[in-house]
């Protein structure tokens, strides 16, 4: 017997696949019947008004060229097999950034899953949704599809998908600075981490450097600093190569004794460790948000120390992730007053800025330069630097920061030349206007 199914999308009954399959080979009722029933019985069949035997069923697939198991497919296992298919291609859509293609699809896939009940791929169609809106900033939208989305996910008991909706609900109130509710997301994120056991210690990371941040953004730096010591103690761990050999010797013994499925995900699980140790860019963000949290409560060497740990981490890939660790250490030198320092680390970030041809870099590793040379009062050298900036900023048309630089530079005339410092502040004071700042 063939093993063949049918290709067609369509959510057909058992009746409505064989005169679907019958009609493409051209078949009578007659032909389709042979010697084994009657053409009547295969029209009642055809109309879902016969019940029939796995025997008959063996016989029509064989003269349909398709397997007993496909005839016998419900139509509740049809649209779940082909709402999973189109689930995934409309992820592949979003990973393309071909988000209105993705959000059609997507709309299909939920009235399918409306029609049958699919609780599974209702959630994960509202978590794609919410996506979707992520990208295209519509956050309203965003947090209503991951609330929708949280329904299903907790019916179903799906903790890894609760623990993302909360997540990302939070990131979308920090964004809109409403740290409270950011708070109690976050919140929630956490019980979920403590009931269940996450292998990838990112993720407890990134959610405590979060909370660490709101915290520090409502005032309240005991919180703050509770979270960023969670971190410390995640990154004094020093038994993760242990934690490794361990699980491949359970894995191992699993494999030996025939357990391969227990086998399998001891593996994977070992796997996932060294993955997240390998995720630099994760460690990165969370080291640069601990690096915002001290230098609010003011603690420059705690600064000094999460910047260079980014550096030293992302130093190999010249990303914007090691930029910000640079531009970290430069103004933390700064404030300690510690100008060689700072030179020397604004000089690599320089030249990182220039090899890699970024613009707006170049000009804030400059700027730093021209802050430097006023607090050390060589008003020269500042205006220098400034000077720089401008012709940078004015050619990337951010006149926001130009018209900042513009009145910076008027303040560093106004014991050289009463003239200059007119003309820039003038400069200045006419672009914020067109700005509409005043």
């Known amino acids: 017997m063939s093993s063949k199914g049918g290709n067609s999308m369509e959510i057909l009954s058992l009746g409505e696949k064989i005169k679907k399959l019958r009609k493409e080979k051209n078949m ?24 029939t035997s796995y025997e008959l069923l063996e016989y029509l697939g064989d ?3 398709v397997s007993v198991e496909y005839l016998l497919e419900t139509k509740e296992m049809q649209s779940k097999k082909i709402t ?7 992820e592949i859509y979003i990973k393309e950034n071909e988000l209105n293609k993705a959000e059609d699809q997507i709309k299909e896939v939920l009235d399918i899953c409306k029609r049958y009940d699919l609780m599974e791929n209702y959630g994960r169609c509202n978590f794609l949704m919410a996506n979707i809106n992520l990208k295209k900033s ?23 998908n609760i623990l993302k909706c909360y997540l990302n609900i939070g990131k979308i109130y920090m964004q809109e600075d409403f740290y409270k509710g950011a708070i109690s997301h976050f919140n929630f994120a956490e019980e979920i981490l403590s009931e269940n056991k996450f292998e990838d210690v990112n993720i407890h990371k990134e959610l405590y450097s979060k909370m660490a941040y709101c915290y520090i953004k409502l005032d309240n730096p005991n919180m703050s600093l509770k979270y960023i010591e969670k971190i410390n103690e995640i990154d004094n761990r020093n038994d993760r190569k242990e934690d490794v050999d361990i699980l491949v010797l359970k894995a191992n013994n699993m494999l030996e004794i025939g357990k391969y499925e227990e086998s399998r995900d001891y593996f994977k699980k070992a796997l996932k460790i060294l993955e997240s140790e390998d995720n630099k860019t994760g460690l990165a963000n969370v080291y640069l948000t601990i690096c915002d949290v001290y230098r609010k409560i003011g603690e ?14 992302k130093k190999n890939d010249e990303d914007e992730y090691m930029m910000s660790g640079l531009f970290k250490i430069i103004e933390a030198y700064i404030d300690k007053e510690d100008y060689d320092l700072a030179r020397k680390y604004c000089k690599i970030a320089l030249a990182s800025s220039i090899k890699n041809k970024n613009k707006f870099n170049e000009y804030k590793a400059l700027r730093f330069y021209a802050n430097m040379y006023k607090n050390q009062n060589e008003v020269t050298l500042a205006i220098e630097y400034l000077i720089k900036c401008i012709k940078i900023v004015s050619d990337l048309g951010n006149n926001r920061i130009l018209a900042n630089l513009y009145i910076d ?23 914020y206007k067109n700005l509409e700042i005043m």
């Not at 999973?84 to 409309?90: G, K, R, T």
């Not at 519509?138 to 890894?160: P, R, T």
């Not at 420059?300 to 981490?313: F, G, M």
């Not at 530079?409 to 400069?427: A, D, P, R, V, W």
């Open 28 to 51: 009578t009722l007659k032909e389709l019947a042979g010697d084994r029933i009657t053409a009547a019985q295969i029209s009642h069949i055809e109309r879902d008004k016969s019940h």
């Open 63 to 65: 003269k349909l060229d």
């Open 84 to 90: 999973d298919n189109l689930i995934l291609q409309s």
């Open 138 to 160: 519509n956050y309203n939208d965003a947090i209503e599809n991951f609330e929708k989305a949280l329904y299903f996910f907790i019916k179903n008991s799906d903790s890894e």
């Open 300 to 313: 420059t060497d705690r600064v000094l120390e999460y910047s260079q740990k980014v550096y030293d981490i």
């Open 409 to 431: 530079l008027g303040q560093l005339y106004s014991n050289i030349s009463k003239e200059k410092e007119l003309e820039y502040y003038q400069k200045g004071v006419f672009m």
